[in-house]
Every structure is written in C-alpha cells, then in structure tokens.
C-alpha cells in the first residue's frame, strides 16, 4: 500500500531548531519533496531529495534515507513566519506513471 | 511569469448540485493535476492531466471528473454533490517531467456543500 506519516502538530521557539520526520511506504519511489503551506495560502516547494543524504537550502536541510523508508526536514533559527503547515510527499512510480502521495501535514507553530 | 489561477475562489452549493472549478497553469506547462484538501485526510491525489490526455487517476468515485483543453488550462468537475465532498481542491502545475520537477500550486478553490 502507500502510506506517509508524519506527526500532526509541533511546537517550537523563536531561534531553535526543529526536525519534522516522515517515514514513507510506496510501491514505486522517484523522489521526495517537502512543501510549506501557511494558513489559507498553496503550498510551495521546499525541497527536493533523491538520493541519501543532506540537502542544505539556507536555513532549511531535508534529509533522505531510501532503506529506511525515511525523511526530515530540518528548520534553524526559527522565525515567527515559519509558523505555517509542512507536507511530506513522495512521487510514486507504481503505476508506471509519476503520482504524487502527501502526508497529512505538520502543523508547526513557533512561539515568541 | 504568472502563477497558477483558479476560479473561482469560494463556492458554496447545496447536496444534489453539480460543480465546475477552472485551472490555468503556468505558461508552458503541460501537467495539471488535481487535489482534494481536508483537515483530517492532507491532500488526496484526484487525478493527472498531460497534454490532454488524464494520465493518472486517484481513488475518487466517477462523480469526479476533468478534462484538459489544448491551451493546457484544465477543469475539473463534480456531479451530484455531497456534503462530504466539501473541502479546498487545489490544482498544480508543472512541465510533467521528472527529477526536480517541482508542483506549483493554486490557492485554491474552497467549496461548500450545503
């Protein structure tokens, strides 16, 4: 089946660091991307992995194990603007075409 | 480079009714796929369009439809509609290639179902 899980809310202050996890199960894997969506607005792009390992972008890593069926993104020196959802997705290649699956979200709020 | 637009914005219908939400992507894109988003579900995969042709399609009843025109400009339409179908339907964009091939989203459609 195709299933990805990531927790439903976090809390964190104004200048830490947080990590989002997400664990995956697809049939097909082409990819995993993370996107940041604030209250009543799209979702935009964040990031992109492909391969294991650490994408850095700013501010803002992602991180890939393919074996363990696992990602996070990793958000420094949080600011109050970063409150906002983030969504795990991976393409999926199970049907011999390209699907995109989301998670349900991570709420995160950052607190002054 | 204009964004992803979609119309309208709100709608609010009632049981019975049937729907039609418009979507135009980005210049020079030729995937639009479709999204329904719901507090408790995340965003659940309607179906993909490519060069006018539904490329993928997710796990929703055949009240859920959609076409693809040659300008790449897509709608999508929803018959007899429930209460249960109320929710944001988000479309998104992209060249329909692969690697980096990010999703461009629209800010959505918000429809009531009365």
């Known amino acids: 089946g195709q299933n990805i899980d990531q927790p439903t809310e976090m809390t964190a202050t104004e200048g830490a660091i947080v990590q989002i996890n997400c664990t995956y199960q697809?049939?097909?894997?082409?990819?995993l991307f993370w996107y940041q969506q604030h209250a009543g607005e799209a979702p935009t792009f964040l990031s992109y992995n492909v391969l294991d390992g650490l994408e850095e972008k700013g501010r803002f890593s992602s991180f890939l194990s393919r074996s363990k069926g696992y990602s996070y993104l990793l958000l420094k020196e949080l600011q109050m603007k970063d409150s906002a959802s983030y969504l795990c997705a991976v393409r999926d290649t199970a049907s011999g075409t390209y699907k995109y699956i989301f998670g349900t979200g991570t709420r995160l709020k950052v607190l002054a | 480079k204009a964004g992803v637009t979609q119309t309208p914005r709100y709608l609010i219908k009632t049981r019975g009714q049937q729907v039609t939400l418009s979507c135009s992507p980005i210049s020079g894109h030729r995937s639009v796929s479709w999204y329904q988003q719901t507090p408790g579900q995340g965003l659940q995969f309607l179906f993909e369009y490519f060069s006018e042709t539904q490329r993928n399609k997710g796990n929703f009843p055949g009240r859920f439809s959609g076409r693809q025109f040659s300008n790449s400009r897509s709608e999508m339409n929803v018959s007899t509609l429930e209460l249960g179908d109320s929710a944001l339907y988000l479309c998104?964009?992209?060249?329909?290639?692969?690697?980096?091939?990010?999703?461009?989203f629209g800010s959505g459609t918000q429809l009531s179902v009365l």
């Open positions: 697809t049939s097909g894997f082409n990819g």
């Open positions: 998104a964009s992209s060249s329909g290639g692969t690697g980096e091939e990010k999703l461009f």
